[in-house]
DNA sequence: TTAGGGTTAG
């Protein structure tokens, strides 16, 4: 009867030390009856400190008549799956107990399968012990290993246990089936989960719950929802839980029609809106594009937890509503909810997009102060969120720091590097990357490709997209054909990109040919920007992209009369117009600014200035078309608005024109600042007159 | 002592 101690020492549990019965002794006055436990044992239990603590409760146990049936053994049981030497100590536990029960088993494995410690060959181990001792596993054993596996995504163990099932003629007990699903659809093992459905007349709502859930995981969202309507069609009910599952296949599908019917059902059917049901409900619609139901269903909702807040968060940012996803992280903040990772995500992105580095910043130290680890999504949030607001240092030193890189992090590097003309570095990391044995996608080339174009690395350009194919079985996609046709065209080589674009195996749409016409226009081949902007008219004919490049290409070629009949044409045809937008962000608030507007609070001081570095520089201003764009209106409130030695950061939506390029240039000369602009393709970083994409974007 | 649910990137 002596079994090993977690700690090496041999024990035996009926020769407890005289100190030990002593203190037992003081808990049970009376003789001990196992129908009468020591009333302090169980609470003594939920405060035990030390592993000597509960030695000393089990020896007393251990002296009861049947201690096997006792209460507190099987809390000492459950306590134990708290750590590996504990764990240990249970299964010495139950080795010198005469006649374990399997309760006291399911009891181990229960409290195994809540741990979140990977423990699948220590629960094998119990489970031979107890197939030993002659126990036959019943049909709460099964759920419980099923559940164990399932957190560790076994499917192996899963699929031994499985056949062990059905030898014990368990397979056909819905718990354990509904349970196997469930590991299945863990594991995205379609077809299992469907042959357990279907091969027993036993189901319910659990199993069509999980069936359709596990379609969903695995991609199928289509399926689910057809599974969904199944249900419905034998006079089945769903419930909350299973309004959950397709509402999560119906964001998937993005079909709001549905949608809107399974809003309707849950109230038609009275299902009880839970605050999982609501989340579900935000985030179905702003994945299908109404973010003002979302919005209105999550203002009515009467719980709300940090996963509402970050549905809704995230809801905004799929939908680009950047500066809307701020406030309510503000509102978020001043009612005091606790903020996640994933609300900080969310947060992230939206400082990245709108290039609001203060906040980011702000993020970032929050990150820090409260143990959020930097690494994973967090982590690669944080490189993405440096890298567009200009901090490419700091996105590096976030990067260097995380331990684990995954094909985002290269990714969001890649194309933060590319981004700020550093193209030789982004090739450095791209090799990194395929050494440290991470494959990148189709994004990552996205990055590889552009920094190419940007770095006029044609020829090393034209090999990475062949090797995309070649060695990573990627299929190059619309994008990735425009990088090489950008490539080509601004390095002038206007023929080849002609070639290349005939050789597309899809139709060029409409950024194919307006990369073309954009080099046309850089290199003054008029004659060839004539026939491609036919083209790219017939792919949008109401974009004004192929009217204003045109218009400026007869202007640089002198045919300013065409230029003119250009802009003409542009009005009458009612051509859409993308109105150029800048941001700049000051002490963390983000100001906004458009061409010739005149909305900002501080619209008089912000004209004057821009009037006033035109005298300087000595700009005609009649002449000078641009002079109101929103890059410069931002920078002229930039000026007014910080001290002197600050950076000013820039963010806009289109591409800058060369009439501000060559402004903002002498501006950062004139006024002696370092002015950071990023534009829709890359970083201008100018200083001392010059720029650093040297003429080149 | 038994099962099914919502949010995270380039």
């Known amino acids: 009867m002596t079994a090993m101690c977690s700690d090496g020492r041999a024990i035996h549990p009926y020769s407890a030390s005289a100190a030990v019965v002593g203190r037992a002794m003081a808990f049970s006055p009376s003789a001990p009856s196992p129908s009468t436990p020591p009333p302090q044992l169980p609470h003594k239990l939920d405060t035990i400190r030390s592993m000597d603590e509960l030695k000393q409760i089990q020896a007393a146990i251990l002296k009861t008549p049947s201690p096997q049936s006792s209460p507190v053994l099987a809390k000492i049981l459950s306590f134990c799956a708290l750590s590996s030497p504990h764990i240990a100590h249970a299964r010495s536990l139950l080795a010198h107990i005469d006649n374990p029960s399997l309760l006291m088993y399911n009891t181990v494995f229960h409290s195994l399968s809540r741990s979140n410690r990977s423990l699948v060959s220590t629960s094998i181990m119990f489970y031979e012990d107890m197939l030993e001792k002659g126990l036959r596993p019943d049909s709460f054993t099964f759920p419980y290993l099923v559940k164990l596996f399932a957190n560790s995504q076994a499917l192996q163990a899963g699929e031994a246990l499985h056949a062990h099932a059905i030898k014990m003629g368990l397979d056909a007990n819905v718990y354990v089936r509904n349970n196997l699903m469930s590991l299945y659809a863990v594991c995205g093992e379609v077809r299992s989960i469907w042959k357990l459905f279907d091969g027993f007349p036993e189901r319910d709502l659990v199993s069509w719950t999980t069936l359709i859930s596990g379609y969903t995981k695995a ?376 061409k010739g507007e005149e909305l900002h609070p501080l619209a008089k001081e912000v004209y004057a200035m821009v009037a006033e570095f035109g005298r300087r520089l000595n700009i005609d201003s009649s002449q000078d078309e641009a002079r109101h764009h929103s890059e410069r209106l931002a920078m002229a409130f930039g000026l007014i608005g910080t001290r002197p030695d600050t950076p000013l950061r820039i963010v806009k939506n289109l591409r800058v024109c060369h009439d501000c390029h060559s402004v903002i240039k002498s501006v950062s000369r004139l006024y002696n600042r370092e002015i950071v602009l990023r534009d829709r393709y890359r970083f201008h970083r100018f200083k001392d007159g010059w720029c650093s994409c040297n003429e080149f974007w």
């Open 219 to 594: 991609g199928l969202a289509k399926e689910a929802v057809e599974v969904f309507k199944e249900m419905l069609s034998e006079n089945l009910r769903a419930d909350g839980v299973t309004m959950v599952a397709v509402l999560s296949a119906c964001a998937e599908l993005g079909d709001l029609e549905l949608g809107r019917n399974l809003h309707r059902y849950i109230g038609a059917r009275e299902v009880d809106m839970d605050v999982f049901v609501g989340n579900a409900l935000v985030y179905m619609y702003s994945k299908c594009g109404d973010v003002d139901s979302a919005y209105q269903l999550f203002n009515q909702m009467p719980v709300r937890n940090v996963v509402s807040w970050n549905s809704m968060i995230s809801g905004l940012v799929n939908n680009r509503e950047f500066k809307q996803a701020l406030e309510l992280f503000r509102q978020m903040q001043s009612e005091g909810i606790e903020p996640d990772a994933v609300t900080l995500v969310g947060v992230l992105n939206s400082c990245a997009s709108l290039g609001a580095l203060e906040l980011g910043q702000w993020v970032h130290a929050y990150i820090n102060r409260n143990g959020i680890e930097a690494d994973g999504i967090t982590g690669n949030a944080l490189v993405d969120m440096y890298a567009k607001c200009g901090r490419i240092d700091r996105a590096m030193e976030v990067f260097g720091g995380m331990a684990h890189k995954d094909v985002y992090t290269y990714t969001s590097m890649i194309v933060g590097l590319a981004m700020h003309g550093r193209g030789e570095e982004a090739l450095d990391l791209f090799a990194a990357m395929s050494s440290a044995g991470v494959k990148p996608n189709e994004v990552t080339f996205v990055g590889v490709l552009s920094a190419c174009s940007h770095a006029g690395l044609v020829d090393v350009g034209l090999r990475h997209f062949e090797s995309m194919s070649a060695a990573y079985g990627l299929v190059p996609q619309m994008e990735h054909y425009g990088c090489v046709v950008d490539m080509f065209g601004r390095a002038g080589r206007l023929d080849k990109a002609q070639d290349f674009i005939s050789s597309m195996p899809m139709e060029p749409d409409a950024f194919i040919w307006g990369s073309l016409l954009g080099a046309c226009r850089k290199h003054g081949d008029v004659a060839l920007g004539e026939t491609v902007a036919k083209r790219l008219l017939d792919v949008e004919p109401q974009e004004e992209g192929a009217y204003v490049l045109m218009s400026n290409l007869y202007t640089a070629g002198n045919r300013r009369s065409d230029g003119l009949r250009m802009r003409k044409a542009m009005r009458a045809n009612k051509v859409r117009k993308t109105p150029g937008c800048s941001l700049i962000e000051i002490d963390g608030v983000i100001h906004e600014f458009r």
